[in-house]
């Protein structure tokens, strides 16, 4: 079977260069060079006999955590924030927070003021970290310095405490948003969940 499609590709070769006339000799030397070359590479690494496999489909975690459900429940579905925050959800599932906090950060450079951004690089930090730290706190800070009346900065602080495993950091955190003028509905459920 090789051999036929050396054949093949060595009269491919004459074929294009006869109607042309004879070709000169630097021609002739560059196409059989040409042609030995491919011939060792495909002899070096090529096997023939080798059966064929299927692709093996990395395994991905497709349930959704905590902050992903809330995240979509609570924040716009929609828009340029949406999908990095959704493709950086993906990243986090497959093991790939340095992908998503580099994406993120990427997004932030361009909009530098949008809040959902700055909450969605908060948990990716504090994911990659396996804790909520002072660069994951940071970029809540941001976010709640840019949106001073929402409810969303601390709430999403509060579940990434959740998440990382800090529940009494989370109902602490609860417990301060729970003074503010716009309340989270469903903040008691979570801070009795966190004191479990």
């Known amino acids: 079977m090789i051999a036929i499609l050396v054949i093949l590709t060595a009269a491919a070769a004459l074929a294009v260069m006869l109607p042309r006339g004879r070709p000169g000799r630097d021609v002739r030397v560059a196409v ?76 932030i450079d361009v909009h530098p003021s949008d809040v959902e951004l700055w909450i969605g690089l908060g948990h990716a930090l504090a994911v990659h970290a396996g804790r909520v730290g002072d660069a994951s706190r940071l970029a809540f800070d941001r976010a709640a310095a840019l949106a001073p009346d929402s409810p969303h900065p601390a709430f999403f602080l509060g579940l990434t405490q959740f998440e990382t495993g800090d529940r009494a950091g989370a109902a602490a955190t609860w417990r301060a948003l729970k003074g503010r003028a716009l309340p989270v509905h469903d903040l008691d459920a979570w801070i009795t969940r966190a004191e479990r």
């Open 32 to 107: 059989a060079v040409t042609l030995v070359a491919g011939l060792s590479a495909y002899a070096a690494t090529g096997r023939p006999l080798l059966p064929a496999a299927p692709p093996q489909a990395l395994p991905i975690d497709r349930t959704r955590t905590l902050f992903e459900t809330e995240r979509q429940a609570r924040l716009p579905r929609f828009g340029p924030a949406a999908a990095w925050l959704t493709f950086a959800d993906a990243l986090l599932r497959a093991d790939g927070s340095a992908m998503a906090i580099r994406g993120l950060r990427g997004e």
